[in-house]
């Protein structure tokens, strides 16, 4: 059995490293400790309250700070701080043109983990699934 990372590598395009996993060439059914390690932190950014909200009207398409300040109700150094830390890990991606800032989603990748958030929610919503089921954060499952 391989060794675990115990902490991510450093942050870069998840697409980048995981296009170089051998275990995730197409075709390959192996899983890689790799995948787990970017999506975490994806979902973990995506876990604040202010991200979600960002990345939820960024679905709507590229919009400029000063709309998503004014749709997500936060003071302008917040916004930018928040979308900084976002474009940091890769969830969005911004230009500039002129004095005004675009953001926009980055990259597939975190459209497909919007998506797979959106269905389980989805579950959860509709009582199919329950938040039991998964367990509390730091709750321990056993595995009789």
């Known amino acids: 059995m391989g060794v675990i990372e115990k902490t991510p590598p450093p942050m870069s395009a998840?697409?980048?490293?995981?296009?170089?996993?051998?275990?995730?060439?197409?075709?390959?059914?192996?899983?890689?400790?790799?995948?787990?390690i970017h999506v975490g932190s994806d979902l973990k950014s995506l876990g604040h309250p202010d991200h979600l909200r960002i990345i939820q009207y960024l679905s709507q398409g590229e919009q400029c700070v000063t709309d998503i300040r004014n749709h997500v109700g936060l003071r302008q150094p917040i916004t930018s701080q928040q979308l900084r830390?976002?474009?940091?890990?890769h969830i969005v991606a911004r230009r500039r043109e002129?004095?005004?800032?675009?953001?926009?989603?980055?990259?597939?990748?975190?459209?497909?983990?919007?998506?797979?958030m959106h269905t389980l929610s989805a579950k959860i919503s509709s009582g199919e699934w329950s938040l039991k089921?998964?367990?509390?954060?730091?709750?321990?499952?056993?595995?009789d």
């Not at 995981?18 to 787990?36: E, F, H, K, V």
């Not at 830390?85 to 890990?89: E, F, K």
């Not at 089921?133 to 595995?143: N, V």
């Open 98 to 116: 002129g004095n005004v800032v675009y953001c926009r989603v980055a990259n597939e990748f975190i459209w497909e983990l919007l998506k797979c």
């Open 14 to 36: 998840p697409e980048d490293d995981l296009a170089s996993d051998p275990a995730l060439t197409p075709g390959s059914t192996q899983l890689s400790c790799s995948l787990p």
């Open 85 to 89: 830390i976002m474009a940091d890990r």
């Open 133 to 143: 089921q998964i367990g509390a954060p730091g709750e321990r499952k056993s595995h």
